[in-house]
């Protein structure tokens, strides 16, 4: 009796043509999730160089000037009618943080003058006293809105930039990363960071 053969385009995959496609499959995920890993640790490098760049040129205002940005009191006699003069008392308040730009900008030590966005997410602005007055002195944050009061990075993006840093500590070094409110342990619990929470939870603070 004669068999029927199958015809060769309705035969089955083996389990070897199987696995085979499935190592592809694997190999071709870890390389995109790698590559979204290199994508992120190449923005924390990008963040780190920002922040130190914004800070070198607010330092050179004050070493020019006298005065913080944004803070000074003879910021209209400097450059004219175009800025509005701060209050002088060395602290940079919610009102004066958006001049920051303006006498930065009138000085020749910034392109714009509006906060500029920063390369992890969010804006980078200048803050007095941050977290209700929690910190003394001037900080550069970066934060989703001109005040400092609204998270821009996930918890991963903040430890990311901590470790660049060579900081494990969330509160303590170089950068200071906190929560918000109620919402606080979404960042991190004080000693560790809350990778299970993926959406921005976290500020990340420099001293000026």
């Not at 070897?16 to 994508?39: H, M, N, P, R, W």
């Not at 002195?137 to 470790?163: E, F, Y």
Request: net charge positive; charged share 15%; with cysteine.
């Amino acid at each position: 009796m004669k068999k029927n053969k199958i015809p060769r385009r309705l035969r089955a995959f083996s389990l070897i043509e199987i696995s085979i496609a499935l190592i592809i499959i694997g190999l071709i995920t870890a390389a995109v999730f790698k590559g979204q890993d290199l994508i992120e640790t190449a923005r924390v490098q990008a963040t780190i160089e920002e922040l130190n760049q914004v800070k070198l040129s607010i330092l050179n205002y004050r070493d020019q000037f006298g005065q913080w940005p944004g803070n000074d009191s003879r910021a209209r006699d400097h450059f004219g009618l175009g800025v509005t003069s701060g209050s002088g008392d060395g602290t940079i308040n919610q009102t004066e943080s958006t001049q920051v730009w303006r006498h930065l900008k009138a000085a020749g030590l910034a392109e714009s003058d509006h906060a500029p966005p920063c390369r992890i997410g969010g804006i980078i602005t200048i803050v007095g006293k941050p977290a209700g007055g929690a910190y003394a002195g001037n900080w550069l944050v970066i934060s989703n809105s001109p005040d400092g009061s609204t998270a821009a990075l996930t918890p991963k993006q903040a430890m990311l930039l901590k470790a660049k840093a060579g900081e494990p500590h969330p509160q303590e070094g170089y950068f200071i990363v906190m929560g918000l409110g109620n919402s606080a342990s979404n960042c991190h619990n004080g000693q560790t960071f809350n990778l299970a929470h993926k959406s921005p939870a976290c500020i990340v603070m420099l001293r000026l």
